[in-house]
């Protein structure tokens, strides 16, 4: 149970740290891409210095492992809940022939660059 655990947070991790730099770089205004991009790694950073840290003081208990890979729920919910609310690109509403509304999605991304 702990090896699959491991593997569908890895796969998890993986497919978050593909798609996030991608869907911000399509909708994000032009003049913020570089800021959402880094802000996006910085935080990652953060992530995995945390990540070490706690399981660095859960070391000296028997039942760490199980309190790090448990606390590993809380950003897997947060992003979870986040994905629910996201709006289509304009490209990936193209590609499923949704061209209308595509059109207000890319005027919507655009209005919001001044």
Known sequence: MLLLGRI??????????QATPLYLSEVAPPKWRG???TGFQFFIGVGVVAANCINFAMAKHSWGWRFSLGLAVVPAAIMTTGALFISD???SL???GRVEQARKSLTRVSRNQH
């Open 8 to 17: 569908l947070l890895g796969f998890g991790v993986g497919f978050t740290n």
């Open 94 to 96: 193209v590609e499923r």
């Open 89 to 91: 690109t304009p490209s």
């Open 35 to 37: 800021a959402f991009s």
